[in-house]
């Protein structure tokens, strides 16, 4: 069986719904908004790499790496963000980022 570009957009249409399922669901839990981000990215991810591949050509695959960085920096200050929460308030709920005000 030979995987077609449909298959994969179909995988990362999943994943992307997924995720924004994950998001509305669980708004008030910080940790689990970045993963669903994460998981958002991952879906544009694979369309990118799967239309690079069926087209020929490196671009996707290069803009890929560009995203996956600004991902791993968005996760690094999302982390910290939380562990600073976490110290203020001893819990990670998102309605007491508003506390965080100078």
């Not at 990670?92 to 007491?96: E, L, M, N, Y």
């Given at each position: 069986m030979?995987?077609?570009l449909g298959h994969f957009l179909t995988f990362a249409a999943v994943l992307f719904a997924l995720a924004v399922?994950?998001?509305y669901l669980h708004r008030r839990n910080l940790i689990v908004l970045l993963m669903a981000l994460e998981l958002m990215?991952?879906?544009v991810n694979t369309n990118f790499v799967a239309f690079s591949h069926y087209q020929g050509n490196l671009h996707g695959q290069i803009f890929v790496f560009f995203i996956m960085t600004v991902a791993a920096a968005e996760s690094a200050i999302g982390l910290a963000i939380l562990v600073l929460l976490f110290r203020?308030?001893?819990c990670?709920?998102?309605?007491?980022i508003h506390a965080l005000k100078g």
């Open positions: 030979n995987l077609t399922v994950g998001m990215l991952l879906a203020n308030r001893s990670v709920d998102v309605d007491g």
